[in-house]
């Protein structure tokens, strides 16, 4: 390794317990309608996937993504950004949606992904698997009412977009 390069990180190596958790709340709940995803990897990645509904017609994959960082993330896949010039007006469309939302941020990947996202930060012994539950309640509310709006405006619906995986 050269004197330049800067090892990237490797994760802390610990058991990412939220997951733990988040699994031991949903049953207590009597929520059965996520599927456990253990990545192994050096964060210790645990997705909870599940499909959500959305406007009139639609159903969306939702995930919980928990690591043993101090993050955990609720991501829901709305579709894939449209190109050429229906793209400028849609990133002005979601950068609206952004400054009207303080928790739910609408963000394109690389691949033309369209996400809805929301972050919570907490250390373990502060981790509160009811807060993201109802999170997700206000998403799917939210969604209920802007998703037909949104599907419209994309290149393909979350629900149109077969193979996808997070």
Known sequence: MSDNTIPLPQGNHTKNR?????EKYMKKEGLNFFRRQDSHDSYDTVVFMTAIPAGEHH???AAV???NSMYT????HLGTAPKGPARKT????LNDLNAHHAILKYTISSDENVFLDVTFTSRLENFDAEVIRTTLDIVVYQLSQSYDDIARRLDKPGDQTNGFTL
């Not at 993330?73 to 829901?76: A, C, G, I, N, S």
């Open 90 to 93: 849609f990133l002005a469309f």
């Open 18 to 22: 939220k997951a733990d958790l988040f």
């Open 65 to 67: 993504i928990t690591d």
């Open 73 to 76: 993330l609720l991501r829901v």
């Open 59 to 61: 159903k969306l994959v």
